[in-house]
């Protein structure tokens, strides 16, 4: 049995608000239908949580509502909509609204200004008609000539003299001429339908014409009837194709039959009132090649004062259009990364000719203009491609510059008639859609799984060092999950240049100063947000781990311990280099607390797992990060000399290569007499540069692709005397089939079973291992197969993935829906 107690707190044409609770079944959520008249509109769950509600005894007070009613129902004859409960089918609420139409008086008034404009320009296209028959007297047969003798530049070609001359010579002198790029096999057709305007075509082109992108396109022009300058489009705007209507189609009908002559393999819509910003154009083309799932991709939209007009378009359950960001400031990182989008706007889509005519084109259904772009997107999802935002395009739009923004007259008009019939073809799908503009943030990524908050010191470089190397590999693998990423850098709120840009590119929401300014901050905002809080390093987490579980309650933290810093501060301490004792207890004591505070703690090896289990902590993970393996390198006879690679930051790696080169270095060269030493990594310090003027001894620095040293190497080695957590050096040699003569310490957590053969205690083991295993080409291979076999299995996507699967828990489900 259910009874329902339901309020409405308010009711208009624009939304309805209050709150259903059923009184026999507390823990149901009320699903409340919407009916207009008898026909289904719209449903909306009553689920929203308010304190007054809670206060009042309604439930625990997470039984409100509010639903945002569409554009084409603000005004109108008169209106009866039925709240109907979708489980026992009983009527909540009929709310009925009178007629609403302009004042009789406003509305003549209106009328009357409406009929004097439209008489002043019927005189004045009567008089520009004229015009243009003139015109095309004369143009036409010169055009023609001027084609078919194919001169070099239409500009300087000879004019007869008369009225055309003169006409061509104004022109010429308000709109400079304009070259577009000729190319005989273009990639991209660039289709720009038009209707008179052309000072924004001439505008549009002149930017395109100037851009220094590489991507070979060519530009078609569709005039659906100008009687402006557009009619002398051939003679200013040189390799430009033109097609003109013989009749009037509309927009839309220009915009496929501008496709229909396309010979490039990728379309791309462009309004005439948009002015592309340098690299538009590639960006827009690199996402479609490092995307192939991707069908359609646009613009990050900029109004002409610099704000932002649109970062990707959601649409609200009733379909009402959200341009995501309008207003805001474009380099916000919000608004950076690339992420799907209900829609992309027809001022600046671009999608792959395959699946335009999969598709059919845009469909005629929504004659003559408007939401056939939001339609075209819908039904490519539907049909299994993605719909992508590109950030790096960003394109200037003057909105309404070609069509209006006035929704009563005008083109502009059709907006709110096509409105309704988007609703009708998708209403099942828009049921997933939020139904008010009331949470933008977590909407934009609606299909997230779950919402990850990832906090580092700094923005990752993995070509850099192996912490950065395991943020980025989980940062990649969480996504592969489902997740939506969120990235700060806690120490450094900057962007950080490429490597940000990187994050960004590979769909990671970067928060970053001047926008975000704190960890407390951005949560202070977004608390509500995340479902998993995940702290990468030492400092980071004994640093925040406080705020996030105050702020953020509900979230799940993590901790990734990248290494255990106060037990590489002990080792270190042994070798008589590592500060007072005292210091080391409170680094140990802080880290131990965060650990403590933490719902899973993630280490990348098992010997540090023990560490921590032996102090209490059960909620420990060895999860290390993935890394490729290169199975088909150069054999043994192929291959000389050794290779070290460390980044210089990490001070264990100085001090190894210090100790090795002192103390190894020597007695290896008596037994190996023409025996090389390759050293490479990044922020070396000129004490280890200076290494490079002992014989044998190259000092490379840093080196952008490892790739070509590890195929070229014989052996790697890591003589590291103290530190702590997985070595990546150690783990990428194996990986790429390049055997590593380490000490315990650097294959510390490596279970690899050949062990005894490439672990070095001490200088005479290290020279007497590695001189055998240089020159012993049988061994050596045995070495190399082993450790890519060890590394297949434990350092691949899958092993990891398992791994970050068990530290986030349940919340690493698919999407519902």
Not at 111 to 128: D, I
Not at 632 to 656: I, M, T
Not at 755 to 773: D, P, T, Y
Request: hydrophobic letters at 45%; a negative charge.
């Amino acid at each position: 049995m259910s009874r329902a107690v339901f309020h409405l707190d308010h009711a208009d044409r624009k939304s309805l608000a209050g709150w259903a609770y059923d009184v026999d079944r507390p823990e149901r959520h009320i699903c409340i239908i919407v009916l207009d008249g008898t026909e289904y509109l719209t449903e909306v769950t009553a689920n929203t949580f308010r304190k007054d509600l809670e206060v009042a005894g309604v439930g625990t007070g997470d039984h409100a509502f509010h639903l945002a009613l569409p554009s084409f129902l603000q005004q109108g004859p008169a209106l009866r909509l039925r709240l109907i409960d979708a489980d026992t089918r009983a009527v909540l609420a009929v709310i009925s609204f009178a007629a609403e139409f302009e004042p009789a008086g406003q509305l003549l008034r209106r009328l009357g200004e409406q009929l004097q404009r439209e008489l002043g320009e019927a005189g004045a296209q009567a008089e520009r008609s004229l015009a243009a028959r003139t015109l095309l007297d004369g143009m036409l047969p010169l055009l023609d000539s001027l084609l078919q003798a194919a001169q070099p530049a239409l500009d300087e070609s000879p004019l007869p003299d008369g009225p055309f001359q003169a006409a061509l010579a104004a022109a010429r002198e308000r709109f400079p001429p304009v070259t577009l790029r000729d190319h005989a096999a273009p990639r991209v057709s660039i289709i720009i339908p038009v209707f008179g305007k052309f000072e924004l075509t001439h505008a549009c082109l002149a930017t395109l014409s100037e851009l220094p992108d590489t991507t070979p396109y060519e530009v078609i022009l569709v005039d659906d009837g100008s009687v402006d300058e557009t009619l002398l489009a051939p003679l200013l705007i040189r390799h430009l194709r033109l097609l003109r209507n013989r009749s009037t189609l509309g927009f839309l009908r220009s915009c496929n039959a501008g496709a229909a002559m396309a010979r490039g393999e990728l379309l791309y819509f462009l309004n005439n009132d948009t002015e592309l910003q340098p690299g538009s154009l590639d960006a827009l083309v690199t996402l479609l090649e490092e995307e192939p799932e991707t069908g359609i991709v646009g613009s990050k939209l900029i109004n002409k004062d610099g704000t932002l007009q649109e970062a990707g378009g959601i649409i609200l359950r009733l379909a009402d259009g959200v341009n995501y960001g309008r207003g805001g400031d474009p380099l916000d990182g919000r608004f950076n990364y690339r992420r799907d989008a209900d829609y992309v706007s027809g001022a600046s889509l671009m999608t792959r000719r395959a699946v335009f005519d999969q598709l059919g084109g845009f469909d005629e259904e929504f004659l003559p203009a408007y939401y056939e772009d939001t339609d075209y997107c819908f039904r490519a999802r539907a049909a299994g491609w993605r719909v992508r935002y590109q950030p790096r395009s960003a394109v200037i739009h003057l909105e309404g510059g070609t069509g209006g923004t006035d929704l009563a007259v005008g083109p502009k008009r059709h907006q709110v008639v096509n409105a309704r019939r988007f609703l009708q073809r998708w209403r099942k799908v828009l049921l997933r859609h939020a139904p008010a503009a009331t949470a933008m943030e977590r909407e934009k990524d609606r299909g997230a799984a779950f919402r990850m908050l990832f906090i580092d010191a700094t923005v990752p470089t993995p070509r850099q060092d192996a912490g950065s190397a395991a943020a980025a590999c989980h940062i990649r693998l969480l996504q592969h999950m489902g997740a939506k990423v969120t990235f700060i850098a806690a120490s450094h709120m900057g962007l950080q240049g490429e490597d940000g840009e990187a994050l960004q590119d590979a769909g990671i929401e970067v928060l970053h100063h001047p926008f975000a300014w704190s960890v407390e901050e951005v949560l202070r905002r977004r608390k509500d947000e995340f479902d998993v809080i995940y702290l990468h390093r030492g400092e980071v987490a004994v640093r925040h781990i406080a705020i996030c579980r105050a702020l953020a309650p509900k979230a799940r933290i993590v901790y990734s311990v990248a290494d255990l810093h106060f037990l590489r501060l002990e080792r270190q301490a042994e070798l008589g280099d590592a500060g007072p004792a005292p210091a080391i207890d409170v680094r140990r004591e802080a880290e131990m607390a965060a650990i403590m505070q933490a719902d899973a703690v993630i280490v990348h090896s098992s010997a540090e797992a023990s560490v921590l289990r032996a102090c209490m902590a059960s909620h420990v993970e060895v999860v290390p990060w993935a890394v490729p393996l290169v199975p088909d390198g150069p054999g043994h006879a192929e291959r000389q000399g050794l290779l070290f690679v460390g980044g210089f930051r990490h001070p264990p790696n100085s001090d190894g290569i210090r100790w090795f080169v002192q103390r190894v270095w020597p007695g290896l060269r008596d037994r190996l007499p023409e025996l090389t030493l390759t050293i490479v990594g990044s922020h070396m310090p000129d004490e280890i540069r200076a290494l490079g003027a002992q014989p044998g001894i190259t000092v490379a620095g840093y080196v952008e692709e490892l790739a070509p040293l590890y195929a070229a190497h014989r052996l790697a080695v890591a003589p590291l005397r103290y530190g702590a957590g997985l070595k990546g050096k150690v783990i990428e040699a194996l990986a790429t089939g390049l055997p590593c003569i380490g000490t315990p310490i650097a294959y510390e957590g490596i279970g690899l079973p050949c062990i005894g053969s490439v672990q070095a205690a001490g200088e005479e083991e290290f020279i007497l291992k590695l001189a055998a295993l240089y020159k012993d080409a049988v061994a050596w291979h045995a070495v190399r197969e082993t450790g890519l076999a060890f590394a297949r299995s434990e350092y691949s996507e899958a092993a990891v993935t398992a791994g970050l699967q068990r530290a986030i828990g349940a919340l690493a489900l698919p999407a519902a829906g």
